[in-house]
């Protein structure tokens, strides 16, 4: 009796609840979203993100914990999703009674296979070089899809009805509500498999190979067994999300084995923060909301994607992760009051310099774009002419006033902030 109760104390300890109780409440927020946001456009967007996510840390077992920058891995998430639909048409036709909700391990098996026999050569190097690999065998994957139709379907893709599958425990999956569930079981068990494989020792050793190859290679391990071992891991997780992908849209295309999906996802880990396990994530959920709601009121939405992108790596590139965990230490110093009042006033003029960048750049399109006789946009709710001189004047000297004095007062916030760190770590103003 004794060892039950030393085992349900264990069970609760401290070290216990720290260690997983972090998964609790996500769990429940992601349970409840769909009885929260009952709009289906909203649970289509969260599933797409969750695929997102998905993509997103497994690219970042390679880049942030690796540092392996690699050009082509929609490879193993596209190839991913071609032996998912594939699967799923099996499935349909008799040939394998498997239910719908083990079909993303098809896509990481072709993950992990095709993630191996890449890897064999690739991880070889590292660096340019590796990059250079990687985006040439992107480019190789990409044209082999539109070549072999018969297992790719060309340009058209090929299509399932994921209906048509066995049902799991009488859900046919035929809502969005039902897929929703289905990618967020996955989603769970995926970036939970991810997590603990960051620390366990190879997950480590990735770390280390990273930061200073020559040590470790001098201490005993091998760079590219280390490489090799992380990147066919990462390119599993990216097959389960091709799979997913596959399953949500009931298509799979040369779409997503490009450049362009590699791309994405680099654009996803950089935003959200590489240096954090957390920053994909971020990264991922920042970077669908701005592709789907920034879609709807711009056709020039992927320029501020890119511009956001570019800010980021040049003034926080650390990501949005990094910006916030700079400033949890001097949250716990009971500090950031003394940040409010400078932040604010720096906020203002970086408001109006972004409103003025907006607008200039809407008129620009507008003026390029516009049908014959059309002199209106509509932007920030009100109408303006594009092809009047105030426009473009009022629009200018927004974007140059407010970059001026974003820039005269970044020095004295630069300050405020080291001071508040200052104190947080040594306890004394400087």
Same mark, same amino acid.
């Given at each position: 009796?004794?060892?039950?109760?030393?085992?349900?104390?264990?069970? #609760?300890?401290?070290?216990?609840?720290?260690?997983?109780?972090?998964?609790?409440?996500? #769990? $429940?927020?992601?349970?409840?979203?769909?009885?929260?946001?009952?709009?289906?456009?909203?649970? #289509?967007?969260?599933?797409?993100?969750g695929i997102a996510v998905i993509f997103t840390v497994a690219y970042n077992m390679m880049l942030g914990q690796g540092g392996m920058l690699s050009f082509g891995h929609a490879v193993y998430f596209g190839l991913g999703g071609y032996f998912a639909i594939h699967g799923v048409n099996m499935i349909s036709d008799g040939e394998w009674p498997i239910p719908l909700p083990f079909v993303p391990l098809f896509g990481a098996f072709a993950g992990l296979a095709f993630g191996a026999l890449f890897g064999s050569f690739s991880t070889n190097r590292a660096g340019t070089v590796f990059a250079m690999i990687s985006l040439g065998l992107g480019e190789m994957m990409a044209s082999s899809s539109l070549i072999f139709t018969k297992f790719s379907g060309g340009e058209e893709g090929i299509t399932a009805d994921r209906t048509e599958a066995l049902p799991f425990f009488g859900v046919e999956f035929t809502t969005e509500v039902q897929i929703y569930y289905l990618i967020a079981f996955w989603v769970f068990l995926a970036?939970?498999?991810?997590?603990?494989?960051?620390?366990?020792?190879?997950?480590?050793?990735?770390?280390?190979?990273?930061?200073?190859?020559?040590?470790?290679?001098?201490?005993?391990?091998?760079?590219?067994?280390?490489?090799?071992?992380?990147?066919? $891991?990462?390119g599993g997780f990216a097959g389960i999300a091709g799979a997913l992908f596959a399953l949500?849209?009931? $298509?799979?295309?040369?779409?997503?084995?490009?450049?362009?999906?590699?791309? @994405?996802?680099?654009?996803?880990?950089? $935003?959200?923060? @590489?240096?954090?396990?957390?920053?994909?994530i971020v990264g991922a959920v920042i970077f669908t909301l701005l592709q789907t709601l920034m879609s709807n009121y711009t056709e020039i939405w992927a320029l501020y994607v890119g511009? @956001?992108?570019?800010?980021?790596?040049?003034?926080?590139?650390?990501?949005?992760?990094?910006?916030?965990?700079?400033? @949890?230490?001097?949250?716990?110093?009971g500090r950031?009051?003394?940040?409010?009042?400078?932040?604010?006033?720096? #906020?203002?003029?970086?408001?109006?310099?972004?409103i003025g960048a907006i607008g200039f750049l809407e008129s620009w399109h507008h003026l390029s774009a516009a049908a014959t006789g059309e002199f209106?946009?509509?932007?920030?709710?009100?109408?303006?002419?594009?092809?009047?001189p105030i426009t473009w004047f009022v629009f200018s000297a927004m974007f140059l006033g407010g970059l001026w004095d974003a820039r005269r007062v970044a020095p004295a916030v630069a300050d405020t902030y080291g001071n508040a760190l200052h104190y947080a770590f040594t306890g004394e103003d400087q």
């Open positions: 009796m004794s060892n039950i109760s030393n085992a349900m104390t264990a069970g #609760a300890s401290p070290s216990f609840l720290r260690r997983y109780g972090m998964w609790l409440i996500p #769990a $429940i927020v992601v349970v409840s979203l769909p009885w929260l946001l009952t709009s289906t456009v909203a649970v #289509a967007v969260l599933n797409q993100m970036v939970f498999l991810m997590y603990r494989f960051s620390r366990t020792p190879i997950g480590r050793l990735a770390n280390a190979v990273r930061d200073n190859p020559e040590r470790a290679e001098f201490l005993g391990y091998s760079q590219k067994w280390v490489r090799f071992i992380s990147f066919t $891991i990462s949500n849209y009931e $298509i799979v295309t040369e779409e997503t084995v490009n450049a362009l999906t590699s791309g @994405v996802v680099l654009l996803q880990a950089y $935003i959200g923060g @590489v240096g954090f396990f957390a920053g994909p511009l @956001v992108f570019v800010g980021t790596v040049m003034y926080a590139p650390a990501g949005l992760t990094g910006l916030i965990m700079m400033h @949890v230490p001097v949250a716990m110093a950031m009051g003394t940040l409010t009042q400078p932040y604010a006033r720096i #906020a203002l003029p970086a408001l109006i310099c972004a209106e946009m509509h932007i920030f709710w009100m109408t303006f002419d594009f092809t009047s």
